[in-house]
């Protein structure tokens, strides 16, 4: 479990690859930021409560519960392919000993 407090303290003070300071403020360019602004509050890095809304090819994602169900539904056949593999390179072992 992460502890925003402890991500927000390393990244806001000592690095973020995001962070933009300029003369008007400091600002983040992470694309999950929709507020632009450098915040505690709309750090997707360091707020596990924040969540964006985002579209990919007309098919918008919008909380954790569905990013997990759709995460297990292509996991599904994983267990199928490590199989696979396993059943080849036993294959390909044989192969190298009748050589």
């Known amino acids: 479990m992460q502890n925003d407090e402890a991500i927000w303290h390393d990244i806001r003070y000592i690095h973020c ?5 300029i003369e008007t ?11 632009g602004l450098c915040s505690r509050s709309s ?9 964006t809304i985002r579209d990919h090819d007309g ?7 569905k990013a997990l169900e759709l995460i297990d539904k ?3 056949y994983w267990p199928e ?5 396993n059943t080849c390179s036993q294959n390909k072992g044989e192969d190298n000993v009748n050589a």
């Not at 750090?43 to 969540?51: D, E, H, I, M, V």
């Not at 098919?59 to 519960?65: A, K, P």
Request: charged share 10%.
């Open 17 to 21: 690859c995001y962070m933009a300071k």
């Open 59 to 65: 098919v918008f994602y919008l909380n954790y519960e």
């Open 43 to 51: 750090c997707p890095l360091a707020n596990s409560r924040y969540a």
């Open 25 to 35: 403020g400091i600002f983040c360019r992470n694309p999950y930021n929709v507020t």
């Open 74 to 76: 292509h996991l599904l």
């Open 81 to 85: 392919m490590l199989q696979h593999m």
